[in-house]
């Protein structure tokens, strides 16, 4: 057998993510991964010899994505508004790229919380929470933004971050109906970054 090929294997995990995306874990085939990727099965089996194999580096490689921007916002050294800007900017940039990210993540996740702490705790998210929290306690009493829970900050960012890219299917028909959402939603790390910053300053 030839030596495996990373462009076999990047065919592999495009196909992968498109079937785990549609199906999940348990109602996707090696079968239809294997079709999807243009490949035999027997092949598709000597890169990943099974279906949870091949769904732990899609899960993986997608909760990392999803949870990146919020570890480097946590990890950040830079003043607040900077910060909060940051992340929007992040967020939207990766879910446009990857937008079946969230749907993915979370529906799986609910499967399976192990999997998706034990990433959580690897990434260094739970780690650098306290580091954000006396930041945004400290611009509290220094008088720039009015009080907030720093819980409640990162979640009201997450939710404006991640609810666009779930609802855009329904927000295209609704909302902007015979508009370009995509160019809509490439235009709304600012916007989203104003409205959170606006809410919470003094």
């Known amino acids: 057998m030839k030596e495996k090929s990373e462009e076999t294997q990047k065919q592999i995990l495009d196909a992968a993510k498109k079937i785990f995306a549609a199906?999940?874990?348990?109602?996707?085939?090696m079968q239809e991964i294997a079709d999807e990727a243009g490949?035999?099965?027997a092949l598709l089996h000597y890169y990943y010899r099974n279906k949870e194999k091949l769904f732990e580096q899609v899960f993986e490689e997608a909760t990392i994505k999803l949870l990146g921007p919020v570890a480097s916002f946590l990890?950040?050294?830079?003043?607040?508004?900077t910060k909060i800007r940051n992340l929007c900017h992040h967020y939207y940039s990766v879910l446009i790229e990857y937008p079946f990210i969230p749907n993915f993540v979370l529906n799986e996740a609910s499967v399976n919380p192990e999997r998706f702490f034990r990433l959580i705790r690897f990434e260094g998210v739970?780690?650098?929470?306290?580091?954000?929290k006396q930041q945004v306690?400290?611009?509290?009493?220094?008088?720039i933004i009015r009080p907030i829970d720093?819980?409640?900050?990162?979640w009201n960012i997450l939710s404006l971050c991640i609810f666009p890219i779930i609802s855009r299917p329904v927000a295209g028909k609704l909302?902007?109906?015979?508009?370009?959402?995509q160019?809509?939603?490439?235009?709304?790390?600012?916007?989203?970054a104003d409205f959170v910053i606006q809410s919470i300053k003094k």
């Not at 909302?175 to 959402?181: G, P, T």
């Open 23 to 29: 199906k999940g874990l348990t109602g996707a085939r």
């Open 126 to 132: 739970i780690e650098a929470k306290e580091k954000t």
């Open 175 to 181: 909302l902007y109906a015979n508009e370009n959402v």
């Open 150 to 154: 720093p819980r409640e900050l990162i």
């Open 39 to 41: 490949i035999n099965k």
């Open 137 to 143: 306690e400290q611009c509290i009493k220094d008088g």
């Open 183 to 192: 160019e809509i939603l490439e235009q709304r790390a600012d916007k989203v």
């Open 75 to 81: 990890a950040d050294d830079s003043e607040l508004f």
